[in-house]
């Protein structure tokens, strides 16, 4: 697959962080791993969100969701959960899970730099999901520029 | 961090509203919340609140239209300003690409404001950003209780303590009326903007 994705190495030097520049290839792309391997799987709904809190791409269907406010607060939930792994002397937690009565969410992390977030129904198995989204995050990662 | 997705012709920035605690950051962010329509401001989220303080953050969602073809929006993003909850404080700054800080007028904070500044400068220099590069705007808040009887600090003074060295815009306001606010948003948000695409420009 192509690597299309820009960052600023200017900007890190500045001390900046690194901004994230995604072309229109990388996004198709993106959204063609997360409709082949979670929404086909039974996924209601696949978002992709950086560690600031930025929505990426959401796909499946968000009726009724706020996926802002849902890449928001998730990206502050890993983030506090990370400061939580550190306590207790991990480095970092790699995936989250909560299950409700209807529907399940599941958070895994993609390199450094970003979160995947998966709904989905209680008729699917966390399992199928576990392997799928293992599966997602490696090709995401370069599409993604590498280990952000 | 800014994203920008070309496919969308969008970019995407982090505001953080910082400062002491009980210096109206909130009250800001819930003045352009009722002050803007639906169609440009989406719904506010406010977590973890005890009465009226923050403890974790609160969010607004803008989308403020178009400069050159692109659409922008921006995060509104508040801190918990009270001094125990800094861990909470550098997480919400992650990323982020403009501040505004939020003074308290009332002379009993005058050191609670400094305190709070140096704060800021420091939580940035440990994710490598210095606060005379990131976008900031001074926002001295509270202006309205200045005929009353409780002791406020001068706008010289404020200056004085806070932007004497950084010299950054400044506006005064009351958030709690709705002075000042849009002035020091409007602000932050060109200056986030000008500075996100000039990193883009500069690749
Ligand atoms: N008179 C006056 N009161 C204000 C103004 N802005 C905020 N307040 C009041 O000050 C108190 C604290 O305001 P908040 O907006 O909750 O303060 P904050 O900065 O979010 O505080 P933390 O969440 O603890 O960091 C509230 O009771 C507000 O109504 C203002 O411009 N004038
Ligand atoms: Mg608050």
């Known amino acids: 697959m192509q690597i299309t994705a820009l960052s600023f190495s200017e900007a890190e030097e500045s001390g900046v962080g690194m901004d994230l520049v995604l072309s229109k290839e990388s996004i198709d792309n993106i959204i063609n791993v997360l409709d082949d391997d979670l929404l086909r799987a039974g996924a209601d709904c696949v978002i992709l969100v950086d560690r600031s809190g930025n929505l990426i791409v959401n796909r499946g269907d968000p009726a009724n969701l706020d996926v802002v406010a849902l890449a928001a607060l998730s990206a502050a939930n890993f983030g506090a959960t990370a400061e939580i792994a550190k306590l207790i002397g991990e480095d970092d937690f790699a995936l989250l899970f909560h299950k409700g009565k209807n529907e399940n969410i599941h958070f895994t992390k993609v390199g450094k730099g970003f979160i995947l977030i998966t709904l989905f129904g209680k008729d699917v198995s966390l399992g199928l999901i576990r392997l799928n989204t293992a599966k997602v995050t490696d090709q995401l990662i370069p599409i993604l520029g590498g280990e952000q | ?203």
């Open chain 2, 1 to 203: 961090m800014s994203f920008i997705d070309l496919s969308k012709n969008e970019v995407q920035c982090k505001v953080v509203y910082y400062g002491p605690g009980r210096g109206g950051k909130t009250t800001n962010l819930l003045y352009i919340h009722q002050a803007m329509t639906e169609a440009v401001r989406g719904k506010m989220v406010t977590i973890d609140t005890k009465g009226d303080r923050t403890l974790f953050f609160d969010f607004l969602p803008l989308a403020l239209g178009k400069i050159q073809g692109l659409s922008i929006k921006i995060q509104l993003y508040t801190v918990p300003g009270q001094v125990m909850y800094n861990a909470t404080r550098k997480l919400v700054l992650k990323g982020v690409d403009g501040i505004v800080f939020v003074a308290d007028s009332l002379r009993v904070q005058k050191e609670k404001n400094v305190e709070s500044l140096e704060n800021l400068r420091q939580n940035l220099a440990e994710d490598n950003i210095d606060i005379k590069e990131i976008p900031l705007v001074l926002q001295y808040n509270k202006r309205d209780l200045g005929g009353s009887n409780i002791p406020i600090l001068s706008v010289e003074e404020m200056e004085e303590d806070l932007n004497q060295e950084l010299q950054v815009p400044w506006f005064t306001g009351s958030a709690l009326k709705g002075d000042g606010v849009f002035e020091t948003l409007r602000e932050i948000s060109k200056r986030t903007v000008k500075y996100v695409s000039r990193k883009l420009l500069s690749r």
